[in-house]
């Protein structure tokens, strides 16, 4: 069965801290990779996405993320985060079939705390 | 452009009725996904139209449908609420199988 799984549930971090979130998925083929963020009271924006190519991709705000194909992962960094980057963090996956469907598969989400 | 928009914002339904939500996508964009999202079960997906025909569905009871328009607007409806029905329904645009835009969501609260 597809899948998505985020180890962390909650983090809880410093500014100037150093952040990695875990993202693991379970998919037969190809699939295309994204980072949402959802800040308190907003809506879900998307940080990154990976479909092919460079497996280190670069987002907003700083943050980036690497595709490594053989351990299933596609784990979010930032070098120092900011209190304003306090929200919940959601790794997806859509399969890449070439045109077939936009149907996500949402990890259970990470929620960050920094404190200033 | 203007983003995705949802309507209405809050909804308080009792158990046994229907609601209908809707959900404008970005201009030009063709494709409309709909979300579920509780803090038990996470974001779900629930159906995605593509030029007015469903294109993909998840699983969820016959209760749920939705349908697009020809203007790309779409509407998800729920008959026969009940009380796990509760949560933030949110819709996503996109131009064809590519990066889903987001709306700020519904949030139907049912008692």
């Known amino acids: 069965a597809q899948s998505v799984s985020q180890h962390n549930h909650h983090v809880i971090l410093s500014e100037a801290a150093s952040l990695e979130l875990g993202c693991n998925y379970s998919?037969?083929?190809?699939?295309?990779l994204f980072w949402y963020v959802q800040y308190p009271g907003q809506h879900l924006q998307l940080l990154l996405k990976?479909?092919?190519?460079?497996?280190l991709v670069k987002g907003i705000k700083g943050f980036e993320a690497e595709f490594i194909k053989s351990k299933f992962s596609f784990n979010l960094r930032k070098p120092s985060v900011q209190w304003s980057d306090t929200a919940e963090y959601f790794c997806a996956a859509q399969r890449s079939t070439g045109g077939a469907t936009n149907k996500l598969i949402f990890g259970t989400g990470t929620l960050l705390a920094v404190q200033p | 452009k203007a983003g995705v928009t949802q309507t209405p914002r809050y909804l308080i339904k009792t158990r046994g009725q229907q609601v209908t939500l809707s959900c404008s996508p970005i201009?030009?964009?063709?494709?409309v996904s709909w979300y579920q999202q509780t803090p038990g079960q996470g974001l779900q997906f629930l159906f995605e139209y593509f030029s007015e025909t469903q294109r993909n569905k998840g699983n969820f009871p016959g209760r749920f449908s939705g349908r697009q328009f020809s203007n790309s607007r779409s509407e998800m409806n729920v008959s026969t609420l009940e009380l796990g029905d509760s949560a933030l329904y949110l819709c996503?645009?996109?131009?064809?199988?590519?990066?889903?835009?987001f709306g700020p969501g519904t949030r139907l609260l049912v008692l």
């Open positions: 990976y479909f092919s190519g460079d497996p």
């Open positions: 201009s030009g964009h063709r494709s």
């Open positions: 996503a645009s996109s131009p064809d199988v590519e990066t889903q835009y």
């Open positions: 998919y037969g083929g190809t699939v295309n």
